[in-house]
């Protein structure tokens, strides 16, 4: 197995006033020559944003993107004719395609919005855009188990994207447990970022936003410390572009 970590603080940073971000990866005026990618996965910001503030209408192409929000709720809409609120709990996936337009707000008064936002390379260009949203409040109720809530395939308590990429989230508190995840694909990547909490893996110790790269392996064994909510996502290493 080998591994690349990166700490909460080795991020790209940059605080505008209305948007407090963190890049994972070389993003906007933020560039790492040894940080534009793994594999499939482009992005992964880390954004706060201030009450009543807003990324106005822009576009995006060929791009899998995908909005995790943590905390608040921020106001989407779209050239597809789509507007809506994504709350605490809820996914959104965008298949960008051929092309789309949207923005993204938050329409709250004095509560700050929390979000992941995500992009991952698509498997195929040029597709017809498309939107799709779900409240997975329920299934991450649930304690000391990864909960696999995106893939490439279609699936009834689960979104859909375009690519060999799996999204999960878990939440694990048993500091006596060794947990696990296996990999769909040996040849793929796992990309583990700890939200909250504390993460032991590979000898190291990873906290709040920190991340792991992992390659060369089938599967991830690793314990908590205590209460430690994870992102989990596994992708393809080689990409056709």
């Not at 929000?69 to 996936?93: F, M, P, R, Y």
């Not at 296996?182 to 970022?193: A, K, Q, Y």
Request: net charge negative; aromatic share 10%.
């Amino acid at each position: 197995m080998k591994f690349d970590i990166i700490r909460a603080n080795q991020r790209g940073h940059f605080n505008f006033g209305w948007l407090d971000t963190h890049h994972t990866f070389s993003f906007g005026e933020y560039h790492n020559r040894e940080r534009i990618h793994f594999g499939a996965l482009r992005v992964v910001n880390d954004d706060i944003i201030a009450p009543q503030s807003s990324f106005p209408l822009h576009s995006h192409q060929n791009m899998e993107i995908i909005t995790l929000v943590l905390a608040g709720s921020v106001e989407h809409q779209d050239n597809l004719g789509n507007k809506t609120i994504i709350c605490a709990g809820e996914i959104q996936t965008m298949c960008a395609g051929s092309g789309i337009l949207h923005s993204e707000a938050n329409p709250s008064y004095n509560e700050e919005l929390s979000l992941f936002q995500i992009w991952i390379h698509p498997r195929q260009r040029n597709l017809t855009p498309s939107y799709t949203q779900r409240n997975f409040s329920d299934q991450l109720a649930y304690i000391d188990q990864w909960q696999l809530l995106i893939s490439p395939d279609a699936h009834h308590d689960r979104l859909q994207i375009n690519q060999e990429a799996y999204l999960a989230l878990g939440e694990f508190q048993n500091p006596d447990k060794m947990f696990n995840y296996t990999l769909h694909n040996s040849t793929h990547g796992v990309f583990i970022m700890v939200i909250s909490g504390q993460l032991n893996l590979a000898e190291h110790i990873l906290h709040n936003r920190d991340a792991i790269m992992l390659r060369d392996c089938t599967e991830v064994n690793f314990t908590v410390n205590h209460s430690t909510r994870l992102l989990l996502i596994e992708v393809p290493l080689t990409i056709t572009l």
